[in-house]
């Protein structure tokens, strides 16, 4: 552990350019920088939540559920982890009512603005393409109907 020491104050940049692989779909990249980062800091959340989020964008939801669970069974006043479990519970149509509720408790709860919004944009996507039912026929397929 010794060797780590001086890299010690870079533990954010290694779980930042986990997250930034992970954007960029390069999973062998972010695997490496998210372990790196935990062997920095074994005790930070930050690490665990990149590998769930690598999870979530590979739409491995039980993975992910998972992953934000344990985070939050360690800090249960972890918003991000609580967010992205409402996303990667909600984007399964039959939990979708359940993480509906998980991602509105986010929106109303988390302290930083930016899962605030994550987690409203996140409800508004699913009501609009997750548990959408199929509804009346627009108007425009109705006069084509009728022709």
Do not use: W
């Not at 992910?64 to 669970?69: G, Y």
């Amino acid at each position: 552990m010794e060797k780590f020491q001086a890299f010690k104050d870079h533990f954010i940049l290694f779980v930042e350019a986990g997250f930034i692989a992970v954007n960029q779909a390069d999973e062998d990249a972010a695997l490496k920088l998210f372990r790196a980062s935990e062997m920095l800091n074994p005790q930070h959340s930050l690490p665990k939540i990149g590998m769930g989020y690598l999870h979530l964008c590979k739409l491995e939801l039980a993975q992910a559920s998972k992953i934000f669970s344990e985070v939050l069974a360690k800090d249960p006043q972890n918003d991000m982890a609580k967010a992205f479990l409402g996303i990667s519970t909600a984007l399964n149509p039959k939990d979708a009512d359940k993480g509906e509720k998980i991602l509105e408790e986010s929106a109303k709860s988390a302290k930083d603005p930016s899962i605030k919004k994550m987690a409203v944009d996140a409800i508004q996507f699913v009501e609009k393409f997750v548990k959408k039912s199929p509804g009346p026929a627009s108007p425009e397929k109705k006069g084509k109907e009728k022709k």
